[in-house]
């Protein structure tokens, strides 16, 4: 029996560990995950994004697996569509002072 009752213990010590573990981090990386494969599933045309990089622009075209985006007049980039950060369209902007 004090095999049995040391096996308990550990299962007592571990499970409320992993518990806490699947918690805090596994769980809320896959939430994250999960929001950034739709925002990047519902990419449409004049979205502004922000891409990691740190490029503000409008997107333009979308395609399978990349985005065209417009970044000024006349000026355009293709960009994988994982490289999107942020979209920004829904925010308000604050005015800009000139």
């Known amino acids: 029996m004090p095999q049995q009752s040391g096996l308990t213990q550990i299962l007592f010590m571990y499970v409320p560990i ?3 573990f699947y918690f805090l981090i596994i769980r809320p990386q896959r939430q994250q995950q ?3 494969k739709e925002m990047l599933a519902n990419l449409k045309k004049n979205d502004e994004i922000v891409t990691t990089s740190g490029v503000h622009g409008t997107v333009a075209i979308v395609k399978e697996k ?3 985006v417009r970044v000024d ?3 355009r980039i293709e960009f994988d569509r994982e490289s999107i950060a942020s ?3 829904g925010e308000v902007k604050p005015e800009v002072v000139k």
Request: proline share 0%.
């Open 18 to 20: 992993i518990a806490i």
């Open 87 to 89: 979209v920004t369209s």
């Open 34 to 36: 999960k929001k950034i």
């Open 66 to 68: 990349t985005v065209v």
């Open 73 to 75: 007049e006349g000026c």
